[in-house]
């Protein structure tokens, strides 16, 4: 397992909104390589559902952001709760598609 570092690819949403700072990170896991970002409460505007519990994150609740590191697609991220994030390897699939 490799360490985590940072990464700055300096996109179009380098920056949440009201000009905050995303923390975000590449992790290696059994699962592949991923891109996670981490999510403010205060910038969490809208309700998503984790894929790890199928249970709703509310606006207002902090939370990441998950994609393949090989995969650049918006389709593709995923909004987690950080429990469900780490357990994610531990449990099965909820039947949705991640």
Not at 16 to 35: H, S, V, Y
Not at 81 to 94: K, M
Request: proline share 11%.
């Amino acid at each position: 397992m490799s360490p985590r570092r940072n990464r700055r690819d300096g996109g179009p949403d380098e920056r949440p909104p009201g000009g905050g700072a995303w923390l975000e990170r590449t992790e290696d896991g059994p699962d592949g390589e991923w891109i996670v970002r981490v999510v403010s409460g205060a910038s969490a505007v809208k309700a998503y559902r984790c894929p790890g519990c199928d249970q709703e994150i509310p606006p207002g609740t902090g939370h990441l952001v998950a994609w393949p590191a090989d995969v650049g697609s918006i389709e593709d991220r995923r909004h987690w709760h950080q429990p469900c994030w780490r357990a994610r390897t531990r449990r099965g699939p909820t039947g949705r598609r991640f």
